[in-house]
């Protein structure tokens, strides 16, 4: 008896029998493996007659099987006209495409500028032009010999992306941009102008895979993730906006950050970079709703930024029902990374808390709040939900108050921030729904165009 795993499976036929019967055929599930994986070879057997059944379907028409010869039509006529599209499309894949000059660090722009024959220190130009005087085209940079910008319109591209909305708050002046991306996507950005600093909320990915109950960004679905370049891109066109440099970065927009790690990270060096946009690694925030082995690699990987986590809930009840990312990582396991965080980087971690009107605002919320996080060194910013989705609202400023004093025991500083786009929908997802109802196109979607050189 052969052995299979631990099914044993006779043959079909022993040898002797077979030599008295001569051959005989036997229907595949005869066989042992086709006993072990009936759908494997009915599958397989399937898949043979589709390419038998399309083999037919798509006989050139001009070819007529006569007598069993193809003798009507011109010969060949009908698979020329077949590989004409096959090698105007493999023409077209192989395409030469530009490279994206935003995105590079200053040492692969200068690996990339040697590649063409050029000098080093033209990389350092087109870094500068690129990251500290928000250069649009290539023409623009001035200080590059005239023949090298035409050629680097040639085989580059600076990376931009359009305004295709804007919505400025009467209240606060916080503006919510909505760019289009290449591929017909949109995405968002925040600025939140405030006393003593100019804020970007940044999205790292087009629509979020996590679903958060409360998230307008949550309700729908994921896309895809964003390239360094386009999350460069966000901030500098507000920069080129609002005509003055940004104090402060919080990675808060579309999507979890530590899920696009490799983007992320790259954006935010770039953003910090003192030869480039240059804003300070501790006015960079990446939130997170908790990731744990991406906080566990920032810290191994001692990543200078401020690391917020979005808590919501002190019990893991309450946290599944608003943030399903909880069935994953448990409330324990996330304050251990965030602990663990903090002992390699002595950085304080900052908690986010959504109040949310009789979800997580109740007293005994406070208290597990303050037994959870007593003694561990951090920040709890308290956040009045921003009424996004139907079902949640928001509490009133006097219980946010009382909400806040519950959780005085605490030796933590808590803020309360109170979101300062209410008036022009600003939470994140919000302007993207609106404005993938209007179905508002990308210009680059239809005519695969990159940016003006
Ligand atoms: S809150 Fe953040 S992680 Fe949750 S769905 Fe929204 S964007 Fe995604």
Redesign the pocket.
């Known amino acids: 008896m052969p052995q299979l795993g631990h099914r044993a499976l006779p043959l079909p036929q022993s040898s002797p029998e077979l030599a008295r019967t001569g051959p005989r055929r036997f229907p595949l599930e005869s066989y042992p493996l086709g006993q072990a994986f009936p759908n494997f070879f009915l599958g397989a057997t399937r898949s043979l007659g589709y390419i038998r059944k399309a083999k037919k379907r798509y006989r050139p028409r001009g070819r007529e099987k006569v007598g069993g010869q193809f003798r009507n039509g011109p010969p060949h006529s009908g698979w020329k006209r077949l590989s004409n599209v096959t090698s105007s499309l493999k023409a077209m894949t192989e395409m030469p495409q530009k490279t994206i000059l935003k995105g590079l660090t200053l040492d692969e722009l200068r690996q990339w500028v040697v590649q063409q024959g050029w000098e080093r220190f033209r990389a350092d130009q087109i870094f500068s032009w690129l990251y500290t005087k928000r250069a649009r085209s290539f023409q623009e940079m001035t200080d590059i010999g005239k023949a090298v910008r035409q050629r680097l319109g040639e085989i580059a591209d600076v990376g931009l992306l359009p305004v295709l909305k804007t919505v400025t708050s009467a209240e606060t002046g916080t503006v919510k941009f909505l760019l289009g991306l290449r591929d017909g996507n949109t995405v968002e950005c925040v600025y939140i102008p405030e006393k003593n600093r100019r804020t970007v909320c940044l999205s790292s990915q087009v629509g979020?895979p996590?679903?958060?109950t409360f998230?307008a960004?949550?309700q729908m679905g994921f896309r895809r993730n964003l390239a360094a370049w386009e999350i460069l891109e966000q901030l500098l066109v507000v920069e080129r906006t609002i005509g003055q440099k940004l104090t402060n970065v919080v990675f808060m927009g579309?999507?979890?950050p530590l899920l696009n790690y490799q983007e992320v990270m790259r954006a935010a060096d770039l953003i910090s970079d003192e030869r480039g946009i240059s804003i300070s690694h501790r006015k960079i925030v990446i939130s997170t709703?908790g990731i744990v082995g991406r906080i566990r690699r920032m810290a191994e990987e001692e990543r200078p930024y401020r690391l917020a986590i979005?808590l919501n809930a002190a019990d893991d009840d309450t946290r599944t029902q608003i943030?399903p990312?909880n069935r994953r990582y448990k409330i324990h396991e996330l304050l251990e990374a965030a602990k663990y965080y903090y002992e390699k980087t002595r950085r304080r971690v900052t908690f986010e808390y959504v109040l949310i009107r009789g979800v997580n605002d109740r007293k005994r919320d406070a208290e597990r709040l303050v037994q959870l996080l007593r003694g561990f060194p951090c920040k709890i910013n308290l956040i009045p939900y921003n009424e996004t989705v139907p079902e949640y609202q928001r509490p009133s400023l006097e219980h946010v108050e009382r909400f806040s004093r519950w959780l005085r025991p605490l030796p933590a500083p808590i803020i309360v921030r109170w979101s300062r786009g209410r008036d022009i929908r600003a939470a994140?997802?919000q302007l993207w729904s609106e404005g993938m109802q209007e179905r508002t196109p990308s210009p680059f979607a239809s005519s695969g165009e990159t940016s003006p050189a």
């Open positions: 979020c996590l679903g958060c998230c960004t949550g579309m999507g979890e709703v979005s943030m990312i994140c997802g």
